[in-house]
Nanobody
Framework: VQLQESGPGLVKSSQTLSLTCTVS??????????WGWIRQPPGKGLEWITY??????FYSPSLKTRTSNSRDTSKNQFTLELTSVTPEDTAVYYC?????????????WGQGILVTVSS
């Protein structure tokens, strides 16, 4: 399975960040169990944001009120939206996928996309 992130590299504060992950080599509708997003701010560790499993989205409690995760099975894509962004949301964003044998343990990653939020 291959994953590729796309979206703007620069977003202004208070705007909505929208990123799309295009998947090849697997169907997001029928293959694997987890499709989600993880980010890494500069100089910090990885932070999970959201995942979809069996068609239902789950969100990190710290980001839940600002996050949505949707999928378009006809395009084999899923999309992250993060509202009311601030410079603290500056990070490399990865779309990821995990198999069904382990709970939420991504083993396939996109190359990542750096998103900078300007103040």
């Amino acid at each position: 399975v291959q994953l590729q992130e796309s979206g703007p590299g620069l977003v202004k504060s208070s705007q909505t960040l929208s990123l799309t992950c295009t998947v090849s080599g697997a169907s997001i509708a029928t293959d694997r169990c987890y499709w989600g997003w993880i980010r890494q701010p500069p100089g910090k560790g990885l932070e999970w944001i959201t995942y979809i499993t069996r068609g239902s989205p789950f969100y990190s409690p710290s980001l839940k009120t600002r996050t949505s995760n949707s999928r378009d099975t006809s395009k084999n894509q899923f999309t992250l939206e993060l509202t009311s962004v601030t410079p603290e949301d500056t990070a490399v964003y990865y779309c990821v996928s995990g198999g069904c044998d382990v709970y939420w343990a991504p083993d396939a990653w996109g190359q990542g996309i750096l998103v900078t939020v300007s103040s």
